[in-house]
């Protein structure tokens, strides 16, 4: 993840987090991008890490939102559309963010 996604998801989590207090602690960033050595990462995928996973989730009202969050001209790695097609098939929420304004608007229009 380039820096100006980790600042769009931190912009965006920032103004739930203050601006909408009762969705805290249903939504979270997955921490999947870490940086490890060999062992470190056999240790983490025997535990569940996926690779492509989406970057942040959304609970709310019995649904769950899955959020990649992407630069205006950032691509989904190919794990992450794989990620994402599998999802879909199961008919869960997955989007694909590139703004600010665009995270409000979709959390205004299709989850709150």
Request: glycine share 4%.
């Amino acid at each position: 993840m380039t820096d100006t996604e980790d600042r769009i998801m931190s912009q965006c989590h920032k103004w739930l987090w203050n601006t909408y207090p009762e969705t805290r602690h249903l939504c979270w960033h997955i921490a999947n991008e870490r940086k490890q050595n060999k062992i470190q990462g056999a240790i983490m995928k025997a535990k569940g890490v996926v690779s492509g996973v989406p970057d942040y989730v959304i609970n709310w009202k019995m649904k769950t939102y899955y959020i990649e969050f992407k630069t205006e001209i950032g691509e989904q790695s190919e794990n992450q559309t794989i990620v994402q097609n599998q999802l879909e098939k199961q008919k869960i929420n997955y989007y694909i963010v590139r703004s600010f304004d665009e995270f409000k608007q979709l959390f205004h229009e299709t989850i709150f």
